[in-house]
C-alpha cells in the first residue's frame, strides 16, 4: 500500500488542507497541538471510518461539514476513497461518500465503504462501523502511546491481540469453533438417541398395524357380495315403485276431477237458477209494458202539424204590435197634457188645430191596444196547440219505446229458455260425469297405499344398500388409513435408520475433532507462533539494541511476546526503564511487528509506516542510530510525526505543520 495524496477540509484544527506523498521518509514537523495527529487519524478516518472515534472529535469546532479524500495505490490499482462528516443539532455523523477504482467512481454508505475498502487491502477484519482495524493499527499506524499500553497488557490479552495483527487468530478461533461444534455433536447426538429410543416401540405397531390391513382385506369379499345383494334388492323395489306410482298416478288423475266436476254442477246450477229468475224478471216487465200500451193506444194519439213555427212567428209579431202600442201610448201620453189649453212648459195658449190631433192620436191609441190583445189572443192560442202537439208526440214515442222493450224482452225470454235447455243438459251429463269419477276417487285411495307399501319396500332397501355401501367404504377407508399408517412407520423406522448411520457419522466427527483434529491445530498454532516468535525476537532484539548502543541493557520476548528485559543479565521491570529506553523499546518492538505483519498481509508488501512521536526521550545519538533501523525495516514510505527538529537529517521530505489563530496550515520545507 503506497500513499498518493490527503486532502481535508474542516478537520479538527484544518479548514482545508493536501499533502502530496512520495517514496521514503516523510517528516511530519511541529510544536506540540499543532495538528500533526490529526493528519495521520485523517488517513485512518479515510480508509476505515470512525471505528472507535466519535464524528465530533474529527469534525472542526463550529463547522456543519468536512471531508477527506485519500488517493493511495495497492497492488497496482489506483484507488481514491472519499469521506463525509456533517453536523445536524449538534450531533455529528458520518454521511454517504465515494470510492474511485481506476477511474471508475461508485457510490456507498459508510458501511459499505468500509466492507469495500477491507476488500480491496484483502484485511479479513469485521465490517462493523465502530470495529477497529487491527491490521492497520499494528502493521501501519500504531500511536506510540498505545504501543506502550500493548507492552503493558497481560501476557493472554496481548497474545490474542497479536494473534489477530499476525492472522494467526484463525487457528485459535478453529479450535474453539471445533470445541462448539463438538458440543453441538454431543448435544445432537443425545438428542438422536432420545429419537432412536422408541424403535421397538414401532416396529410392535408396524406388525400390529400390518395384521389389521390383512384382516379388512379378508373380510372385503362379504362386504362386496352383501352390497350387490343390497343393489338388486333396490333395483326390484324401484321396479314396484315404478308400477305402482303410475298406477296411482292415473288413478289420481281422474279422481283430481272430481272436485272440479262437484264445482262445475254447482256452476250450472247457479247459472240455470240465474237464467230462471231473468226469465221470470222478462216475463213481469212485459206484462207491464202490454198494459201500459194498452193504456195510451185507448188514448188513439194521431199525428198532427208541428205548430211550433207559427207560434214562434205569433211571438214576433206580438213584440211589434207592443212596440206600436208603447208609441201611441207615448203620443197619446203627450197630447194629454195639451187639454188644459196651454202649454205646460211655456204657458202659451194651444191653436185649435191641435185638437184634432189629439183625437187622431186616442184613436190610434185604441187600434193599438185591439190589435195587440187580438195578437196575445192568437199566441196563448197557438201555445195551447204547441203543448198538445208535443204531448201527442210524447205519447206516440212512449208507444213505439214501449212496443221495441216488449218485443226485445219477448226475444230475450226465449233465448232464456233455449240456454235453460243447453244448461240442463250440461247438469245431467256433468252429473253423469260426478258419479263416475267417484268410483275413481275410491280405487284411486287403494292404489295409494299400495304405492305407500312398495315405497317403504324401496327405502328399506335403500338403507341396507347404504348400509353396505357405507361399510364397504369403512372398510376401505380404514385399509388406507392403515396403509398410510403403516408407510408412516415404514418411513418412521427408516428415519431411525438414517439417524442411526448420522449418530454413527457424527460419533466418528466427534472423534475426529478430539484426535487428530483440535490437537493438530494446537500445534501448527504453536509451530506458526514459534516461528513467528523467533524470528520476531531476533528483530526485536537486534533493534533495540542498535537504538541504545549499549552493552549493559538487552531485551527479548518469551512465548507470549512479553518484553524480557535485562540489565547486566538481571531482570529489569519496564516501568524503570528511561523515557529514552522505552521509546526504544516500543519502537523496537513496532517495527518488529510491522515487519511480520505484512509478510501476511499481501496489500501491505510496500511497507506502509505510519510512526507517531517514536523518538519521545531520544538522545541525538539514538536520533542518528534510527535512520540505520528504518533502513533494515525495508519501509518504501515511512510518515514520521515528531515535534524534533533532528529528525530532519534522517528524512527525504519535510512538512512544516504550524497553527495560527487556531487553524493548522501545512507546508512543504
Partial sequence: MKLE????????????????????????????????????????????????????????????????????????????????????????????????????????????????????????????????????????FTPQEQMKEILTLKPEERLQTLRKAFGVEEY????????????????????????????????????????????????????????????????????????????????????????????????LQGQLQRLQADGQTLDNKTIQWTRELDTLQQQNPTPMADPQKEWEAAQEALRGLQQVLGACEHAAREHAL???????????????????????AESNLKQAQTAVQNGRQKELNLRSQLTAFNAQKLALQKIQQLTQMRQQ??????????????????????RDDFEQKKHHLEAAAGAKTRLQHAENQLRQAQTALQGAVSAEAANQARQQQLGQNLADLHAALERKKDLEARLKEMDAKNDWLSDPFIPALSLIEEHVLRRINDEFNRLFSRWFVQLLETQDLAAEVDGSFTPQIRQQGFEQDFAALSGGEKSALALAYRLALNTLVRQTTPSLKDNLLILDEPTDGFSKEQLGRMRQVLQEAGAQQILLVSHERELEALCDHVFLVEKHHGESVVKEL
Fill in 409 to 430: 224482452a219477448q226475444a230475450q225470454r226465449q233465448d232464456c229458455k233455449s240456454r235453460e235447455a243447453e244448461i240442463e243438459q250440461q247438469l245431467q251429463q256433468t
Fill in 172 to 267: 485459535k478461533t478453529a479450535q474453539e469453533n471445533a470445541g462448539l461444534v463438538q458440543q453441538r455433536l454431543r448435544e445432537k447426538s443425545r438428542e438422536i438417541k432420545g429419537q432412536l429410543s422408541n424403535v421397538a416401540e414401532l416396529q410392535a405397531q408396524k406388525t400390529h398395524v400390518a395384521k389389521q390391513i390383512e384382516d379388512l382385506e379378508k373380510e372385503k369379499p362379504v362386504l362386496q357380495e352383501r352390497t350387490q345383494t343390497a343393489q338388486h334388492n333396490v333395483q326390484t323395489a324401484e321396479k314396484d315403485v315404478e308400477t305402482r306410482r303410475s298406477e296411482a298416478m292415473a288413478l289420481e288423475r281422474e279422481s283430481a276431477q272430481v272436485p272440479l266436476l262437484q264445482k262445475r254442477v254447482d256452476e
Fill in 338 to 360: 195639451l187639454r188644459s189649453g196651454t202649454c205646460p212648459t211655456c204657458g202659451q195658449k194651444i191653436s185649435d188645430g191641435l185638437n184634432g190631433k189629439m183625437q187622431e
Fill in 5 to 140: 495524496f490527503l486532502e481535508v477540509d474542516n478537520i479538527r484544527t484544518y479548514a482545508h488542507a493536501r499533502v502530496d506523498f512520495t517514496q521514503g521518509v516523510t517528516l511530519f514537523e511541529g510544536d506540540v497541538g499543532s495538528g500533526k495527529s490529526t493528519l495521520l487519524y485523517a488517513i485512518e478516518f479515510a480508509l476505515f471510518g470512525l471505528g472507535d472515534l466519535k464524528a465530533g472529535h474529527l469534525l472542526r469546532h463550529g463547522a456543519t461539514e468536512g471531508s477527506v479524500k485519500l488517493a493511495f495505490e495497492a497492488d497496482g490499482r489506483k484507488i481514491v476513497i472519499y469521506r463525509q462528516l456533517e453536523r445536524k443539532k449538534d450531533a455529528a455523523r458520518q454521511c454517504p461518500g465515494w470510492i474511485e477504482e481506476d477511474g471508475v467512481r461508485t457510490d456507498y454508505s459508510p458501511e459499505e465503504l468500509k466492507t469495500r475498502v477491507l476488500s480491496i487491502l484483502q484485511f479479513r477484519e469485521n465490517p462493523a462501523v465502530r470495529a477497529t482495524s487491527w491490521i492497520f493499527r499494528y502493521a501501519v
